[in-house]
């Protein structure tokens, strides 16, 4: 175990679909960040949250909606995704933003028809 | 069961062998590299890390290498095991600007 828990662990939905992917952090990390893994590409940053407050977005599509409520916690929201917007998206929780290793979650593998 | 300087998508051993995994950076400015292991239906995994004032630095059958005038990292591991079988990655980070970036994978599939 990581320390770093994300749920659902598999999701399908439609294009019309709103659902949300959660990520709990237990190790008192200060930084969250949402990656996308692609077939045959490297890792993707989404974003980054920091003490709470998102730090980076890397041109990340509206349809994605991040969201920080605590240190311990990372939401993305899901709204109107397209099928190449299948991946697996991991969660992952450092103790500094951008400076130390990361822990990763087991991800969340998406479907999108 | 190596490939020395460059980088494989896949890489496949005998057990017991010893493997070297290779990955080319791109940012000469990168002063902090991390090797992560990401098995089947996991997220990434730390293994080991170092810094660019070092150009070696070993863990538990595990040596990481760095040449900085080439920008090539390495990651050897000793007698490979069936349980090594993963995907394995470099992260490269510049440290003052708290950005990293992750190399393609490698897939190492260890033979009994």
């Known amino acids: 175990e990581t320390g770093v828990t994300q749920t659902p662990r598999h999701l399908v939905m439609g294009m019309t679909n709103k659902k949300s992917l959660k990520c709990e952090q237990h190790?008192?990390?200060?930084?969250m960040y949402w990656y996308k893994q692609s077939a045959k590409k490297p890792l993707e940053l989404m974003f980054v949250y920091s003490l709470e407050e998102r730090v980076e977005n890397n041109s990340v599509p509206s349809r994605f909606s991040p969201e920080c409520p605590n240190s311990s916690h990372l939401f993305l929201h899901l709204h109107t995704l397209q099928p190449e917007d299948s991946a697996l998206y991991l969660c992952?929780?450092?103790?500094?933003?951008?400076?130390?290793?990361?822990?990763f979650g087991s991800g969340t593998q998406l479907s999108v028809l | 069961g190596e490939s020395v300087g460059l980088h494989l998508p896949t890489l496949s051993v005998q057990e017991g062998d010893n493997s070297i995994i290779n990955c080319a950076y791109s940012n000469s400015a990168s002063d902090y590299f991390i090797w992560y292991k990401q098995e089947s239906g996991k997220g990434p995994q730390f293994i080991i890390d170092?810094?660019?004032?070092?150009d070696k630095r070993q863990g538990q059958r595990v040596t990481v290498l760095l040449n900085k005038t080439v920008k090539h990292l390495s990651l050897q591991i000793a007698a490979t095991q069936p349980g090594d079988s993963a995907v394995y990655f470099c992260a490269e980070t510049v440290l003052n600007a708290g950005k990293s970036t992750f190399g393609d994978g490698t897939t190492l599939t260890v033979k009994p």
């Open positions: 992952a929780s450092s103790q500094e933003q951008g400076r130390e290793k990361l822990f």
């Open positions: 170092i810094r660019s004032n070092m």
């Open positions: 190790l008192g990390h200060n930084a």
